[in-house]
């Protein structure tokens, strides 16, 4: 069974250091502190500032710069009010601070005791801290494995989708399977189709936290006469799709299936669009189109489309339904794609709640692209509430 940090602010310390405070000439008692120089002052500590190993100062007089608190798995600063975050630099992997990131995001921030007392990353419990007391300088926290997995069976796999070409940005990835050479994903994944013979590129990737996951092998999915039949000009329908075993171009190989489905325009915007709403709501189909309005980036960018979804002629109308639920002048000066990934956020959660299994991996990748454009926690949340009620008065909710 895991151990629990400390309610309150501690130190974090080495199991080797003795109770009481340091002498000079003495090495023991080492805490994690922020590294900061002789005339620093609290604003000069900024993200990315580096993590250390020194004397604890006082048990009457406690400084701030090596006090910390637990708090749902970040480890927080009590000076500075960052997270303690693993990071590789140069082939390192050190310790640093950074602001607090969302959860989806926060791999590298999040922590646990584990039951011989390790502080280890929650998401990869063989890293954990190691205090190197070799000499009397202060050194850095690196962060290690505590053991070396030698097995070739150990691998994590992870497929990820991209679009063929030179665009190479993710579409679409599954979650990490660990040390399985037969994993079974068993998830579904919505592939936006523009033309037929379109190919999208699905690597196995071999999944790292902190270096460059390792490509393991990769085949293509195309889009041919086998997915999609042309019933009239401009007029498409899916066949029944197709189950294949692929062999990737470095090893093994790789099951799927495919389907298409086409997508149907968004009815004209009217007087009785709320009205029309109860009779027939938003369905499968809106999802469909849904996902061709969003972005590589995981974005909603503003469009005609995404405005008549919301009974809107114009996206004027669109922009302004946020700007009156926005109470925050600051907050309109960020991009409107922002304003408009957020409202799309609360559109999936009320408006197609039914097919919540289904929108998953759409919402994570707003949700991820809202998150990177800010970096500013407190920001985030305003813009995604803003959204929230946006989305509430136009569909009276």
């Known amino acids: 069974m895991a151990l629990r940090f400390?309610?309150?602010?501690?130190?974090?310390?080495?199991?080797?250091?003795?109770?009481?405070t340091s002498t000079p000439d003495s090495c023991q008692n080492l805490v994690v502190d922020v590294e900061r120089g002789f005339f620093m002052i609290w604003s000069a500590i900024e993200d990315g500032s580096k993590v250390s190993v020194a004397p604890q100062r006082s048990n009457l007089e406690h400084d701030a710069y090596q006090l910390w608190h637990y708090e749902e798995g970040w480890l927080i600063n009590k000076q500075t009010n960052l997270c303690l975050e693993a990071e590789n630099k140069a082939g390192q992997q050190l310790l640093s601070l950074y602001h607090r990131k969302s959860s989806n995001q926060a791999n590298n921030q999040r922590w646990f005791l584990t039951k011989e007392g390790r502080i280890a990353l929650q998401n990869r419990p063989k890293c954990v801290l190691e205090v190197k007391e070799s000499s009397k300088h202060i050194v850095l926290v690196n962060l290690l494995k505590n053991f070396k997995d030698t097995s070739a069976s150990q691998f994590i796999m992870l497929p990820t989708l991209f679009y063929s070409g030179n665009n190479e940005d993710i579409i679409a990835q599954t979650k990490f399977i660990q040390n399985d050479m037969n994993p079974v994903w068993n998830e579904v994944h919505y592939l936006p189709v523009r033309d037929l013979g379109e190919k999208f590129m699905l690597e196995m990737m071999n999944y790292n936290t902190f270096i460059k996951d390792k490509p393991l092998g990769s085949c293509h999915l195309e889009v041919t006469h086998e997915l999609v039949r042309e019933v009239s000009e401009d007029v498409y329908e899916g066949t029944s799709g197709i189950d294949v075993w692929i062999k990737l171009t470095r090893r093994g190989q790789i099951?799927?299936?495919?389907?298409?489905?086409p997508v149907e325009p968004f009815p004209k915007p009217s007087l009785d669009f709320l009205a029309n709403l109860k009779e027939k709501p938003f369905d499968r189909s809106t999802f469909y189109v849904l996902i061709t309005l969003q972005a590589s980036d995981g974005s909603f960018p503003l469009s005609d489309k995404?405005?008549?979804l919301f009974g809107y002629e114009s996206q004027k109308q669109l922009l302004e339904l946020y700007i009156c639920q926005c109470k925050k002048d600051h907050i309109l000066k960020n991009d409107p794609t922002l304003w408009t990934t957020s409202m799309i956020l609360w559109f999936l959660r009320f408006m197609l709640k039914d097919y919540r299994s289904e929108w998953g991996c759409v919402y994570e990748r707003a949700e991820q692209?809202?998150?990177?454009s800010i970096n500013d926690l407190d920001m985030e949340e305003i813009v995604v509430a803003t959204g929230r009620k946006a989305v509430r008065k136009r569909f009276m909710l």
């Open 6 to 20: 400390p309610k309150g602010d501690f130190y974090i310390k080495s199991a080797t250091s003795p109770s009481g």
């Open 255 to 261: 099951h799927y299936k495919a389907k298409f489905f």
């Open 306 to 308: 995404l405005a008549n």
């Open 369 to 372: 692209y809202i998150s990177k």
